[in-house]
């Protein structure tokens, strides 16, 4: 058993711990920081369902640890079995004790598999960001499927489903709500979605509730999915991808509060409610929704490394005035050439809420002019609060530059920019990046002419 000391000890090395443990280093360079994490290779988990189809294998999709090393940062590879608040301890599974002054537990989540029968057959497999379990999947489990079903119609299912079917697999999603991507966008763009997947020869299955998954006649190996009040699904393999839940078993064990959501509970700082020498951050850490505070499941990489910047700034003191204010929950992805993205509240979210909302919409090339090679469309939603006109979200429909228009969007909800605002926005515009007019300003303008025809309406 050996003794170590470290200053700032950060636990799981994610998008979270990793980002974590690179800012401590670059605002607290005389400090040592030292991440623990069980795998030897990381994955970058945002890239999983790519190794299986455009990437063609796991070594395609590394995480680098360049920048944390470079910023002075160490990684240690195991497992931590236990912490002792009060002595400022952790015992890691070889029995060596690393004392600690600042603890960040970056734990991240753990897959959900539904309480159905068939669950432990064979051809029945979760994504995990584990290198070797990966690798296995890619040369091992994938090769031997020809018929896939994916239960979960969410960001995971649709964009595995696409890179799964580059390889020649028939491939089946199964959603119990009435549409894919239904949580996080509006009716229509989830409708455009499934008309790509659908082009691609991929069955959807939605209003679907998977009953139990039956075995083959040797009962080791999956055969069948049992979907409710449907005929038996003939599959030899199964992708459960419903979600994920905020792994806290150590969290537990130090006996820090957990929100009534499943993650633990943190301040704007990410600080622990015990102790404010412990913080969490990524999947593992409470969220709560920007604007009505609710518990928020937005697991998703970019939360987790922004989580990570906050906390690596305020470890040692609340110098920076940089906090979390909140999810706006910012998505983007692309299937087959379709990109899609969303940020802040849909229409339908907010109108659940009961905010009164203002919409405005554009259509436009994302070129200029539009003969240009390449050109697509890009369709723009912005929903806007009624009253104060402050920005509540919006949603792209479009091409290569949709991540970006999205990222704008998720900008400008954390700004609490309003319809004024952004109609004056300034921009750059060159034919070959981007259209004559700014997408989110012609959308707002849109909205604008709609508010001001109902305040001032012209008399004839």
Same mark, same amino acid.
């Not at 806007?384 to 990222?407: H, K, W, Y």
């Given at each position: 058993m050996n003794e170590l000391k470290t200053d700032i000890l950060i636990i799981g090395g994610g998008p979270a711990g990793m980002m974590t443990g690179i800012t401590a280093a670059q605002f607290a360079p005389h400090k040592q920081v030292l991440v623990i994490r069980p795998e030897t290779d990381a994955v970058i988990p945002c890239g999983i369902p790519y190794i299986f189809g455009t990437l063609g294998g796991t070594d395609e999709d590394m995480a680098g640890r360049a920048p944390l090393l470079a910023a002075g940062g160490k990684i240690q590879i195991g497992r931590i079995q236990s912490v002792d608040r009060k002595a400022r301890t952790a015992v890691l599974d070889s029995g060596d004790i690393i004392h600690w002054e600042r603890l960040v537990l970056a734990t991240g989540a753990e897959n959900f598999i539904p309480p159905i029968s068939g669950t432990q057959l064979e051809g029945v497999f979760s994504i995990q960001k584990d290198y070797q379990y990966l690798d296995a999947l890619f040369s091992k489990v994938v090769p031997q499927i020809k018929t896939l079903a994916i239960i979960g119609g969410g960001?995971?299912?649709?964009?595995? #489903?696409? !890179?799964?079917?580059?390889?020649?697999? @028939?491939?089946?999603?199964?959603?119990?709500?009435?549409?894919?991507?239904?949580?996080?966008?509006?009716?229509? #763009?989830? !409708?455009?979605?499934?008309?790509?997947? @659908?082009?691609q020869g991929i069955q959807i299955h939605t209003n679907a509730r998977v009953e139990a998954l039956l075995p083959d006649s040797t009962g080791k190996r999956v055969a069948q999915v049992q979907i409710s009040g449907k005929d038996p699904l003939s599959v030899d393999g199964v992708l459960i991808a419903i979600g994920v839940r905020p792994n806290v078993h150590l969290a537990q064990e130090m006996g820090l509060t957990l929100s009534r959501s499943g993650g633990i509970w943190v301040d704007a700082y990410?600080?622990?409610?015990?102790?404010?020498?412990?913080?969490?951050?990524?999947d593992c850490a409470h969220k709560q929704d920007f604007f009505t505070r609710k518990a928020n499941h937005a697991l998703i990489a970019s939360q987790a490394a922004a989580e990570g910047r906050i906390a690596g700034m305020n470890l040692y003191g609340l110098r920076e005035l940089r906090h979390s204010a909140g999810s706006v929950s910012v998505y983007a992805s692309e299937i087959d050439g379709l990109a899609?993205?969303?940020?802040?509240?849909?229409?339908?979210?907010?109108?659940?809420?009961?905010?009164?909302?203002?919409?405005?919409?554009?259509?436009?090339?994302?070129?200029?002019p539009a003969s240009m090679p390449n050109t697509t469309e890009i369709y723009c939603r912005v929903i806007f609060s009624a009253e104060s006109l402050q920005l509540l979200g919006g949603q792209i429909l479009g091409g290569a530059t949709t991540g970006e228009l999205v990222n704008t969007i998720g900008l400008a909800v954390q700004m609490r920019a309003t319809a004024p605002d952004l109609a004056s926005m300034q921009f750059g515009s060159q034919p070959r990046l981007t259209p004559s007019l700014h997408p989110l300003i012609a959308a707002t303008g849109d909205a604008l002419q709609r508010h001001f025809a109902q305040s001032h309406p012209c008399v004839n």
């Amino acid at each position: 058993m050996n003794e170590l000391k470290t200053d700032i000890l950060i636990i799981g090395g994610g998008p979270a711990g990793m980002m974590t443990g690179i800012t401590a280093a670059q605002f607290a360079p005389h400090k040592q920081v030292l991440v623990i994490r069980p795998e030897t290779d990381a994955v970058i988990p945002c890239g999983i369902p790519y190794i299986f189809g455009t990437l063609g294998g796991t070594d395609e999709d590394m995480a680098g640890r360049a920048p944390l090393l470079a910023a002075g940062g160490k990684i240690q590879i195991g497992r931590i079995q236990s912490v002792d608040r009060k002595a400022r301890t952790a015992v890691l599974d070889s029995g060596d004790i690393i004392h600690w002054e600042r603890l960040v537990l970056a734990t991240g989540a753990e897959n959900f598999i539904p309480p159905i029968s068939g669950t432990q057959l064979e051809g029945v497999f979760s994504i995990q960001k584990d290198y070797q379990y990966l690798d296995a999947l890619f040369s091992k489990v994938v090769p031997q499927i020809k018929t896939l079903a994916i239960i979960g119609g969410g960001f995971i299912g649709v964009e595995f #489903a696409d !890179e799964i079917r580059k390889r020649g697999i @028939q491939v089946h999603i199964i959603e119990m709500l009435p549409h894919l991507m239904q949580a996080a966008f509006d009716l229509d #763009a989830c !409708e455009a979605v499934e008309k790509q997947l @659908q082009k691609q020869g991929i069955q959807i299955h939605t209003n679907a509730r998977v009953e139990a998954l039956l075995p083959d006649s040797t009962g080791k190996r999956v055969a069948q999915v049992q979907i409710s009040g449907k005929d038996p699904l003939s599959v030899d393999g199964v992708l459960i991808a419903i979600g994920v839940r905020p792994n806290v078993h150590l969290a537990q064990e130090m006996g820090l509060t957990l929100s009534r959501s499943g993650g633990i509970w943190v301040d704007a700082y990410q600080r622990s409610r015990e102790d404010p020498a412990i913080f969490a951050v990524g999947d593992c850490a409470h969220k709560q929704d920007f604007f009505t505070r609710k518990a928020n499941h937005a697991l998703i990489a970019s939360q987790a490394a922004a989580e990570g910047r906050i906390a690596g700034m305020n470890l040692y003191g609340l110098r920076e005035l940089r906090h979390s204010a909140g999810s706006v929950s910012v998505y983007a992805s692309e299937i087959d050439g379709l990109a899609f993205g969303v940020a802040g509240l849909t229409q339908h979210q907010a109108e659940t809420e009961g905010f009164p909302i203002l919409i405005g919409e554009s259509r436009l090339p994302d070129h200029h002019p539009a003969s240009m090679p390449n050109t697509t469309e890009i369709y723009c939603r912005v929903i806007f609060s009624a009253e104060s006109l402050q920005l509540l979200g919006g949603q792209i429909l479009g091409g290569a530059t949709t991540g970006e228009l999205v990222n704008t969007i998720g900008l400008a909800v954390q700004m609490r920019a309003t319809a004024p605002d952004l109609a004056s926005m300034q921009f750059g515009s060159q034919p070959r990046l981007t259209p004559s007019l700014h997408p989110l300003i012609a959308a707002t303008g849109d909205a604008l002419q709609r508010h001001f025809a109902q305040s001032h309406p012209c008399v004839n």
